[in-house]
């Protein structure tokens, strides 16, 4: 049935505004903000709640592993669906930072975090930290007995006794810090001599099973998975202890989790929303509350007590941005851990 010609008219005009309503605000159910996630999807998944319910914002996370989302956004591009990137290790995000693809941070996003984990370019900003430490069996071993720096788990004397996990993210951005301290030829001997002497497994949780069981004596990784075992129910930590290198020894690092607004994002003002959100005093509240157990970098957040005072660690000082992730996964590939 043909339509009068005023009818069929505004139809038209009606069908027009509505189709130039729906290009003004975008798909009807297109997420406010995308973030590609590579710290633990389970802390983003307790926090990004609160922060919808806060700013009314809808967020769609998308998670995956640190080196493998930066190099997917450096693929993107300018055409990235990301509009803020987060990761558990710094290195991942200085290889975004590196291709010129973040946009700098306002400064209200950097002020409650200490200087020394922000780049000088504030192109991204440091939100978590997790210490180095090694874990030793009290069966086998004491405090006494462990070595002054992480170095020294490279020497034969510790030969079948040391496990550690040299294809994840933790592990490479540990040896990330010792060639930035130490030097490449240093970082090649140490790498060399874990090899020769240490024994491979497959994660930082397989780390300290083997320590807590007795299979080797020791172990290297991050505090929280020691912590967070004992919070639990200690399964898998009950016969073992922490050991906290000092002296700004490699051992010592504190390696940091990341988060950056892509320069490409539509969403500007929702990302800085979002990542100013992430280093005020309430979300780091709620980080330091959470399961994760890892160390808010707000001074105004305090973690469990039962964890070691963030202010008792001794790292090395290292700029955070210089960590190099290619160059470390390319050593450790010719080491034959990779």
């Not at 996990?165 to 790498?191: C, H, M, N, Y």
């Not at 300290?208 to 020691?226: K, L, R």
């Not at 100013?276 to 309430?282: I, K, N, V």
Request: glycine share 6%; proline share 6%.
């Amino acid at each position: 049935m043909n339509l009068p010609r005023r009818r069929l008219a505004l139809v038209l005009t009606t069908a027009t505004l509505a189709a130039a309503t729906l290009s003004g605000c975008g798909a009807i159910g297109s997420p406010d903000l995308v973030v590609y996630n590579a710290q633990h999807e389970q802390l983003l998944d307790e926090l990004v709640p609160l922060f919808e319910k806060e700013s009314g914002l809808d967020v769609e996370l998308r998670s995956g592993k640190d080196l493998e989302m930066a190099n997917q956004i450096v693929a993107e591009g300018q055409k990235s669906p990301a509009d803020v990137f987060l990761t558990e290790n710094s290195p991942a995000m200085s290889i975004v930072d590196k291709a010129g693809l973040f946009s700098e941070l306002p400064a209200a996003a950097t002020a409650t975090i200490p200087q020394q984990y922000v780049p000088a370019d504030r192109a991204w900003t440091g939100f978590l930290g997790r210490s180095t430490v090694a874990m030793y069996n009290t069966d086998a071993m004491t405090e006494a007995d462990m070595p002054a720096s992480i170095l020294d788990f490279a020497k034969p004397e510790w030969k079948g006794r040391v496990a550690f996990s040299p294809t994840g993210a933790d592990f490479q951005a540990i040896v990330s810090a010792v060639l930035e301290l130490k030097g490449e030829d240093a970082t090649r001997q140490w790498l060399t001599g874990l090899k020769d002497n240490g024994v491979i497994v497959q994660n930082n949780l397989v780390v300290m099973q083997s320590v807590d069981s007795g299979e080797v004596d020791a172990g290297i990784a991050y505090h929280y998975y020691w912590y967070r075992d004992r919070q639990e129910n200690g399964t898998d930590s009950d016969n073992s202890a922490l050991h906290f290198f000092g002296d700004q020894d490699p051992g010592a690092f504190l390696s940091i989790s990341g988060a950056g607004i892509l320069a490409s994002s539509e969403h500007q003002e929702a990302a800085e929303e979002f990542v100013t959100w992430l280093t005020s005093t309430p979300a780091q509240q709620a980080m330091a509350e959470s399961y994760a157990l890892e160390y808010p970098l707000n001074p105004e957040a305090s973690l469990n007590p039962e964890v070691k005072p963030f202010d008792e660690l001794e790292p090395p000082q290292v700029d955070v941005s210089s960590l190099n992730g290619p160059q470390v996964t390319e050593l450790m590939t010719q080491a034959g851990l990779l």
